[in-house]
């Protein structure tokens, strides 16, 4: 394994992004300029003595580039080669590599409500941004699973983009304005077992609640009421969910 990792780095360092172009755009300092760059058709690039062949995220054949003395080799075909992933942030200009294992994936990027209870009105849904759920000192969260209900149980559906490994939240908040204790049930709804069971008082957070998915590639979150009338305005938070792949 550590030679692994030391033959990754050593890969990635003397690697760029390398764009399937002729004349290609580089950072110099803080500024970017045009330069021209040679598309190298006969250089071969082996790991442990094997030939590579560099796709780029379509599947098609990429070549390396040479410029300045400097062989560029394109990232993500290395990166997918090496059993790494590749993040790219527009925003900020960043490209992120991430082992595939013990890799935390944001549950909203990657998973959607496939189908909502909507008996009184209760439904599910993932939202995003500060100002969409409940916030305190200390802590920021940016996107959640939010199960809102009324007088009658309800639940909702969310389907995974692939199976993952385990499921966890950075905090718990259910949000009512009764004071009293809730009970909800995260099941595998591949499978119709329960992973998460949790009783929450109203208006406190729990923190750091953790649970293994077992393959499920759908997972439904039920909550129960008493059946009492003043239901209206109770949502259980699910914060900052997050996926291990």
Sequence with gaps: MKKMLSKKMLIFVLSAVAIMAISVTVAAQTRNRNVTALMNYELTVRLDGEALTLRDANGNIVQPLSYDGTTYLPLRALAEILGLDVGWDAAT?????????????WLADHA???????????????????????QREGAQFNSAIAVTFSTNPGS???????????????????????????????????????????T???????????????????????VRTDGS?????????????????
């Design 93 to 105: 200009q960043t490209v992120s590599l991430y082992s595939r294992r013990d890799r935390a994936l």
């Design 229 to 245: 009338r003043g239901n209206d305005g109770n949502t259980l938070f699910l914060l900052n969910p997050l996926l291990v792949d």
């Design 156 to 198: 909702g559906t969310i389907e995974l983009d692939s199976r993952y490994t385990s499921l966890s939240f950075e905090s718990v908040f259910y949000e009512s304005p009764r004071d009293r204790d809730f009970n909800f049930t995260i099941v595998n709804a591949d499978t119709d077992t329960t992973l998460h069971q949790m």
């Design 112 to 134: 959607a409500v496939l189908r909502t209870n909507r008996i009184g009105g209760d439904r599910a849904s993932i939202v995003r941004g500060v100002g969409n759920m409940p």
């Design 200 to 222: 929450v008082t109203p208006n406190t957070f729990y923190d750091n609640i953790s649970f293994e998915l077992y393959g499920a590639t759908r997972i439904r979150i039920e």
